[in-house]
C-alpha cells in the first residue's frame, strides 16, 4: 500500500482547478431565487507577514459549506479580495521610501499564493483590490452621492497629533498616549475634517437588526454604540456679573430632566466653543493650561470612571431655569464635545462621576431624588402613607421645611450617590411625583416655557471619515475661493493619487498630498478658475463599505455593478469574519448600503443577511509566577507537563494565549502545509471544535488528522465491489454497514447543513474505523463517502473520484442521499429505574407498546429486587427510554 502523496495530489488539483476555472460563478437566469448562495468571507488586508493559521478557519468553513451547496444544486457565489490601503504600507513607504504601491502588491502575491495552496474554491476571476483605480472609482462616486444627498460635511474637529512625526495618528497608533512609530507624547490637535453624517441613519440601523440572523453579541454590540436616548435639551442662561440671566445660552442633553432642581453646577468639555468666552480673564491663564493638559489625554483616559476627576472653574455661572439658582460653570475633560452637546448640568447626588467631582473641588450636592424604600420610612415602612405625607408637606412650605429638617436621611446628601429611581423630592411643585411622571411633566413644562423640548440622542458621532495620509483614496472635491466646496464631475473620475517620491507628512496635520503643488493646484469643475483639490484621503474603511458589491460585476466600467447582477445575487447569504469587526465595519458597510438602497441603487435594506463570527485559534504559552509570558524558545518541559524557564529554572504554568510573534507561539500555515498537506490543515482547524468558538492549536492534533487521511487513502485501494446497497442483503456484516454509512451520511449532511464542521469529521473518522476493517467495500457507498470527504479535503477527494474512474471534476456531483429506514436502531436500550435511581436495563425492538415495556422491565432483575415488600404507586413509561416504577 503507498502511503498518502499529498505533495502530489494538492498542486495538481490546484492546477486543474485554475486552468478549467471550476469554480466561476455564472448569473444562470434558469436557477431560481431559493437556489442561488453569495457566501462571503471578510477580506483580508495583505500585510506582509502572509497568511497565520487564523485566516484559513473562517475561510475553511465558508470553502466546505459553498462546496456543499454546489452538491445539492445552488448556484454559488464564493470570490476573494484584499483590503489594500492601509496604515503599514504607507509608514513602510517613510520608512524606506518604497512605494505603497508596490509592497501591497508584493504582499497581496504572496498572500494569494497561499490561499490557493489551500484549495479554496474562490471565483478568482472576481477578485478585487481597493487601493486599485478601477475599484476606488467607484468609491469616490459613492462619496459624490453621500456629498449630493448632503451625508457629507466639512468640520473641525480634534485629532491624535505627534508633535515629533508631525503628523496626525489614527487610533490604532497610539499606544497608552505615545506615538507608536517615535514614542513621542500624542497630543490633540483641532483640523479641517470630512465627516458622513451616519446619524441620519441611526434610527434604521437600529430597527433593522431585528430583521438579519445575526449573533446577538454582535447585535446588542450594535444597538449599545449606536446608543439611542430620550430626554430633554435644556437652556440655561449664562448670568451677567450680578447674576442675572442673559440671552446667551449654554444648552445641555439630559436624560434625566426630573433632576433639574439637583444641578448644582455645569460642566464644558475643554473644546466646547463657548470656552473662550465663558472663560473670565481672571481665570484665563488657568484655563489654558487646563486645556493643554486635556489635548494630551485620549478619549478613554478621559472618561475612565476609575480616574481622579480634574477641572478648572470658567469664571463664569448660569442660571437654572427652574429654581433660578446661579451655578457655576466649570471645564473638565471627563466631558467629552462628541456627546450630546459637549456640556451637561451636574448632579452629583446621583451621578458617580458629578459626585465625585463635586466632592474633589467642593461643590454642593442636592439631592432631588429618594427610593420606594426611603419614601416608605416616611410612615413606619408603608410607601402609600409615606407618599402622602411627602404631598402633604409639599404643598406647604413651612410643613415641607420641617419634614426635611427632621428626615434628613431621607432628604439631605448621603455620603454616596444615590438611587436616581424612585420619587422627586426637592423639586418645588414636581416634589412627590413619581420619576418617569416628572421627567414627563418637565419636559412638558421646558416646552411650554420655550425653555427646553423633548429629544432623543445617541452615543452614534458622525463618523470622521478623512484621513491626513497618502495611501488612500483621494477625496473627489476641491476648493475654489470663489465657489466654495465643488464635487468632480463623475466623468472625471477616478481621481487618482499621484505618483510621488516622498511621503513624509507636511508638519502642519495635513496629509502629504498638500505638498505636491502640481497635483494640488487645479481648475474648478464649475466656474473654470483656480482651486485647489481635497488633499485629505479616505480611511481604510471606505473601500470595505462595499466590496461585496463589486464582486458582483468586477469588470464593469460604467457602473459599480449592473442592476441585474444586483438583483441576482444579493443579499449575502452568509457573512463569516472575526468578531473584531462587530461595530465598525459591519456598522459602516450597514449604513452605505441603507443610502444606495434609498438612491434606488440596490435592492435589499440590508447587505448581510446572515453573520457568523469564526472562534480565534490561539495558542500555548508558558507564564510565571507574576503573570508574565515566556517566549516558547526559553521554555523547556522538564517532564510531562512540567515547565521550566531555562535561564532561571522558575517553574512556568501552561496557559492559552493569543498567537504573538514575541512570544514565538505563532503557527506559520507554509510549514504546516509542506509537512501534512492543505487537507490535514483544513480539516484541523474544522476539527478543533466549534466554528464560533476559540480554541488553542495543538500540533499534535493536526497529527491526528493527517494519520486519518492516510487511512482514507489506504482505504481507497481496497477491492471494490458493485453489491446493490438498496436491496435485500443477506450478509449481516454488510447491513450493519449500510446502516453505519446511512446514519453517517445523515450526520455529515445535517451538520454541515448547520456549520457543525467538527462533528461532521468525527463521525466520517467513525465510519473509516470501520471501512479499514473491512476486506471488500461497496463501491456506490465509497463514491458517496468521497463526494462528502470532498467539500473536507477537496484535493483528496478529486483524487479519490478520479481513481473511481471518473474523468471530470467531483464538485459538481450530487451529494448523497440516505434512506431514514436504514438510519434507524435495530434495537433500543430502555433505562429501568425505581424511584428514578437506576437500577438495570433491557433491549427491546423500537417502538415497543407501553404494555409490553412495562412487563419486561418489572421482569428484571434490578426491579425485582428494589420493588420487592413495597408498593407501586406510579410507573411511569417513556417509550423507547425508560420505565421508572415510584415504590412507597
Given at each position: 500500500?503507498?502511503?498518502y502523496?499529498f505533495?502530489?495530489?494538492?498542486?495538481?488539483?490546484?492546477?486543474?482547478?485554475?486552468?478549467?476555472?471550476?469554480?466561476?460563478?455564472?448569473e444562470d437566469p434558469?436557477?431560481p431565487k431559493e437556489k442561488?448562495k453569495?457566501i462571503?468571507d471578510?477580506f483580508?488586508?495583505?500585510?506582509?507577514?502572509?497568511?497565520?493559521?487564523g485566516?484559513?478557519?473562517?475561510?475553511t468553513?465558508?470553502?466546505?459549506y459553498?462546496?456543499?451547496?454546489?452538491m445539492?444544486?445552488?448556484?454559488?457565489?464564493?470570490p476573494?479580495g484584499y483590503?489594500?490601503f492601509?496604515?503599514p504600507a504607507?509608514?513602510?513607504a517613510?520608512?524606506?521610501g518604497?512605494?505603497?504601491r508596490k509592497?501591497?502588491f508584493e504582499?497581496?502575491?504572496h498572500?494569494?499564493?497561499q490561499?490557493?495552496?489551500?484549495?479554496?474554491s474562490?471565483d478568482?476571476d472576481?477578485c478585487?483590490e481597493t487601493?486599485?483605480?478601477d475599484?476606488?472609482?467607484?468609491?469616490?462616486?459613492?462619496f459624490?452621492?453621500l456629498?449630493?444627498?448632503?451625508?457629507a460635511y466639512?468640520?473641525?474637529?480634534p485629532?491624535n497629533?505627534?508633535?515629533?512625526?508631525k503628523?496626525?495618528?489614527?487610533?490604532?497608533?497610539v499606544?497608552?498616549g505615545?506615538?507608536?512609530?517615535?514614542?513621542?507624547i500624542?497630543?490633540?490637535?483641532t483640523?479641517?475634517?470630512w465627516?458622513l453624517?451616519?446619524?441620519?441613519?441611526?434610527d434604521?440601523?437600529?430597527e433593522d437588526?431585528?430583521?438579519l440572523?445575526?449573533?446577538?453579541s454582535v447585535?446588542?454590540?450594535?444597538r449599545?454604540w449606536?446608543?439611542r436616548s430620550?430626554?430633554g435639551e435644556v437652556?440655561?442662561?449664562?448670568a451677567d456679573k450680578d447674576?442675572k440671566?442673559?440671552k446667551?445660552l449654554?444648552?445641555v442633553y439630559t436624560?434625566r430632566p426630573?433632576?433639574?432642581?439637583g444641578a448644582?453646577?455645569?460642566?464644558?468639555?475643554?473644546?466646547h466653543p463657548?470656552v473662550?468666552k465663558l472663560?473670565t480673564?481672571?481665570?484665563?491663564p488657568?484655563v489654558?493650561?487646563?486645556?493643554?493638559l486635556a489635548a494630551?489625554?485620549?478619549d478613554?483616559?478621559?472618561?475612565?470612571?476609575?480616574?481622579?476627576k480634574t477641572g478648572?472653574?470658567?469664571?463664569?455661572?448660569?442660571?437654572d431655569?427652574?429654581?433660578?439658582?446661579?451655578?457655576p460653570?466649570?471645564?473638565?475633560?471627563?466631558v467629552?464635545i462628541?456627546?450630546g452637546?459637549g456640556?451637561?448640568?451636574?448632579?452629583?447626588?446621583h451621578?458617580?462621576?458629578?459626585w465625585?467631582?463635586?466632592?474633589?473641588?467642593n461643590l454642593?450636592i442636592t439631592k432631588v431624588v429618594?427610593?420606594k424604600?426611603?419614601?416608605?420610612?416616611l410612615a413606619d415602612g408603608?410607601e402609600k402613607?409615606?407618599l402622602?405625607?411627602?404631598?402633604t408637606?409639599?404643598?406647604d412650605?413651612a410643613?415641607?421645611?420641617?419634614?426635611?429638617e427632621?428626615r434628613p436621611?431621607?432628604f439631605?446628601?448621603a455620603?454616596?450617590?444615590t438611587?436616581a429611581?424612585?420619587?422627586?423630592?426637592?423639586?418645588g411643585?414636581?416634589?412627590?411625583?413619581?420619576?418617569?411622571?416628572t421627567?414627563?411633566?418637565?419636559?412638558?413644562?421646558?416646552?411650554?416655557e420655550?425653555i427646553?423640548?423633548?429629544?432623543?440622542?445617541?452615543k452614534?458621532?458622525?463618523?470622521?471619515f478623512?484621513r491626513q495620509?497618502y495611501w488612500?483614496?483621494?477625496?473627489?472635491?476641491?476648493h475654489?475661493?470663489?465657489?466654495?466646496?465643488?464635487?468632480l464631475d463623475e466623468k472625471?473620475l477616478p481621481?487618482?493619487l499621484?505618483?510621488?517620491?516622498t511621503y513624509?507628512p507636511?508638519?502642519?496635520g495635513?496629509?502629504p498630498?498638500?505638498g505636491?503643488t502640481?497635483?494640488?493646484n487645479?481648475?474648478?469643475?464649475?466656474?473654470?478658475?483656480p482651486a485647489?483639490?481635497?488633499?485629505?484621503?479616505?480611511p481604510?474603511?471606505a473601500?470595505?463599505?462595499?466590496?461585496?458589491?463589486?464582486?458582483l460585476?468586477?469588470?464593469?466600467?460604467t457602473?459599480f455593478?449592473?442592476k441585474?447582477k444586483?438583483?441576482?445575487?444579493?443579499p449575502?447569504?452568509?457573512?463569516?469574519?472575526?468578531?473584531?469587526?462587530?461595530?465598525?465595519?459591519l456598522l459602516?458597510?450597514?449604513?452605505?448600503h441603507?443610502?444606495?438602497?434609498?438612491l434606488?441603487?440596490?435592492n435589499?435594506k440590508e447587505?448581510?443577511?446572515?453573520?457568523?463570527?469564526?472562534?480565534?485559534?490561539?495558542?500555548f504559552a508558558?507564564q510565571?509566577a507574576?503573570?508574565?509570558l515566556?517566549?516558547?524558545?526559553?521554555?523547556e518541559?522538564?517532564s510531562p507537563g512540567?515547565?521550566?524557564e531555562?535561564a532561571?529554572?522558575?517553574?512556568l504554568e501552561?496557559v492559552?494565549?493569543?498567537m504573538?510573534k514575541s512570544?514565538k507561539?505563532?503557527i506559520n500555515p507554509?510549514?504546516v502545509?509542506?509537512?501534512?498537506g492543505a487537507?490535514?490543515?483544513?480539516?484541523?482547524e474544522?476539527f478543533?471544535?466549534?466554528?464560533t468558538?476559540?480554541?488553542p492549536?495543538?500540533?499534535q492534533?493536526?497529527?491526528?488528522?493527517?494519520r486519518f487521511?492516510e487511512?482514507?487513502?489506504t482505504?481507497?485501494?481496497k477491492?471494490?465491489?458493485d453489491?446493490?446497497?438498496?436491496?435485500?442483503l443477506?450478509?449481516?456484516?454488510l447491513?450493519s454497514l449500510?446502516?453505519?454509512?446511512?446514519?453517517t451520511?445523515?450526520?455529515?449532511t445535517?451538520?454541515?447543513?448547520s456549520l457543525?464542521?467538527?462533528?461532521?469529521i468525527?463521525?466520517?473518522m467513525?465510519f473509516?474505523?470501520?471501512?479499514v476493517?473491512?476486506d471488500e467495500?461497496?463501491?456506490?457507498?465509497?463514491?458517496?463517502?468521497?463526494k462528502?470527504l470532498?467539500?473536507?479535503?477537496?484535493h483528496l477527494?478529486e483524487e479519490l473520484?478520479?481513481?473511481?474512474?471518473?474523468?471530470?471534476?467531483?464538485t459538481y456531483e450530487?451529494?448523497p442521499?440516505?434512506?431514514?429506514?436504514y438510519?434507524?436502531?435495530d434495537?433500543k436500550?430502555?433505562?429501568?429505574?425505581?424511584?428514578?435511581k437506576?437500577r438495570?436495563?433491557f433491549t427491546t425492538e423500537?417502538g415497543?407498546?407501553?404494555?409490553i415495556?412495562k412487563?419486561?422491565a418489572?421482569?428484571?432483575?434490578?426491579?425485582r429486587?428494589f420493588i420487592a415488600?413495597k408498593?407501586?404507586?406510579k410507573t411511569?413509561?417513556v417509550?423507547?427510554?425508560l420505565v421508572?416504577f415510584?415504590v412507597k
Open positions: 500500500m503507498s502511503s502523496p505533495d502530489i495530489i494538492e498542486p495538481k488539483w490546484q492546477r486543474y482547478w485554475e486552468e478549467h476555472k471550476t469554480f466561476k460563478a455564472v434558469a436557477v442561488r453569495y462571503l471578510m483580508p488586508y495583505p500585510s506582509a507577514q502572509g497568511l497565520h493559521v485566516h484559513p478557519e473562517g475561510y468553513a465558508t470553502d466546505i459553498s462546496r456543499y451547496l454546489r445539492n444544486g445552488y448556484n454559488v457565489l464564493h476573494m483590503d489594500a492601509g496604515l504607507e509608514n513602510y517613510i520608512k524606506t518604497t512605494h505603497p509592497t501591497t504582499n497581496i502575491e498572500f494569494t499564493s490561499i490557493k495552496s489551500l484549495g479554496f474562490y478568482w472576481r478585487v487601493c486599485t483605480p475599484y476606488y472609482k467607484w468609491t469616490q462616486w459613492i459624490l452621492q456629498y449630493k444627498k448632503g451625508l466639512e468640520s473641525k474637529t485629532i497629533w505627534c508633535p515629533s512625526c503628523t496626525g495618528l489614527a487610533n490604532e497608533e499606544k497608552e505615545r506615538c507608536e512609530r517615535c514614542g513621542a500624542v497630543a490633540r490637535k483640523i479641517r475634517q465627516i453624517k451616519i446619524t441620519a441613519y441611526a434604521r440601523l437600529l437588526l431585528d430583521s440572523d445575526w449573533p446577538e447585535k446588542l454590540m450594535q449599545n449606536i446608543g430620550t430626554g437652556n440655561f442662561p449664562i447674576g440671566p442673559t446667551d449654554l444648552t436624560t426630573d433632576t433639574l432642581f448644582t453646577y455645569m460642566v464644558i468639555a475643554p473644546e463657548l473662550q472663560t480673564p481672571e481665570q484665563a488657568a489654558q493650561a487646563y486645556i493643554d494630551k489625554k485620549s478613554l483616559e478621559r472618561t475612565d470612571l476609575a480616574k481622579t478648572v472653574f470658567s469664571g463664569s455661572y448660569a442660571v431655569p427652574l429654581n433660578g439658582h446661579t451655578i460653570i466649570w471645564i473638565a475633560d471627563y467629552l462628541s456627546y452637546t456640556a451637561i448640568m451636574a448632579v452629583p447626588a451621578d458617580e462621576r458629578d465625585d467631582f463635586a466632592k474633589a473641588f454642593p429618594a427610593s424604600k426611603e419614601i416608605a420610612s408603608d402613607k409615606g402622602e405625607i411627602l404631598k408637606a409639599a404643598a412650605p410643613a415641607y421645611k420641617k419634614l426635611t427632621s436621611d431621607v439631605a446628601a455620603d454616596t450617590c438611587a429611581d424612585g420619587y422627586t423630592i426637592n423639586s411643585k414636581f416634589t412627590g411625583m413619581p420619576t418617569r411622571n421627567i414627563k411633566n418637565i419636559i412638558s413644562y421646558l416646552e411650554k420655550g427646553g423640548k423633548k429629544a432623543v440622542n445617541y452614534l458621532r458622525d463618523w470622521v478623512s495620509r488612500g483614496e483621494p477625496i473627489p472635491l476641491v475654489c475661493p470663489k465657489c466654495g466646496t465643488v464635487p472625471d481621481l487618482k499621484p505618483d510621488v517620491k513624509q507636511t508638519g502642519t495635513e496629509s498630498l498638500a505636491i502640481d497635483w494640488v487645479c481648475t474648478c469643475p464649475k466656474c473654470g478658475g485647489k483639490r481635497e488633499t485629505n484621503t479616505m481604510q474603511w473601500g470595505s463599505c462595499w466590496y461585496y458589491l463589486r464582486y460585476d468586477p469588470d464593469n466600467y457602473e455593478a449592473a441585474d444586483i438583483n441576482y445575487w444579493m449575502v447569504d452568509l457573512y463569516v469574519g472575526g468578531a473584531e469587526h462587530a461595530v465598525l465595519h459602516y458597510a450597514r449604513f452605505w441603507k443610502v444606495l438602497y434609498d434606488g441603487l440596490v435589499t447587505p448581510f443577511q446572515r453573520l457568523v463570527n469564526q472562534g480565534m485559534i490561539t495558542s508558558y510565571r507574576n503573570k508574565t515566556v517566549p516558547t524558545d526559553e521554555v518541559e522538564t512540567v515547565y521550566e531555562k532561571t529554572h522558575e517553574k501552561q492559552v494565549a493569543k504573538s512570544l507561539n505563532v507554509d510549514d502545509i509542506k509537512q501534512y487537507d490535514s490543515v483544513r480539516m484541523y474544522m478543533m471544535g466549534p466554528l468558538l476559540s480554541k492549536w495543538n500540533t492534533g493536526l497529527i491526528g488528522i493527517n487521511l487511512k482514507v487513502w482505504v481507497s485501494e477491492p471494490m465491489s453489491v446493490d446497497l438498496c436491496g435485500k443477506a450478509d449481516d456484516n447491513v449500510r446502516k453505519l454509512y446511512a446514519q451520511v445523515k450526520k455529515v445535517d451538520d454541515t447543513s457543525s464542521f467538527n462533528t461532521a468525527s463521525q466520517m467513525i473509516i474505523n470501520t471501512l476493517k473491512t467495500i461497496p463501491k456506490s457507498m465509497w463514491s458517496d463517502f468521497v462528502m470532498a467539500c473536507y479535503a477537496p477527494g473520484w478520479q481513481k473511481l474512474g471518473h474523468t471530470g471534476t467531483i450530487p451529494w442521499v440516505f434512506s431514514e429506514t438510519c434507524k436502531d434495537v436500550t430502555i433505562v429501568v429505574m425505581v424511584n428514578g437506576l438495570d436495563k423500537p415497543t407498546e407501553k404494555e415495556l412487563e419486561k418489572f421482569a428484571t432483575d434490578g426491579a429486587k415488600g408498593q407501586i404507586v411511569v413509561v417509550p423507547n427510554k421508572n415510584v
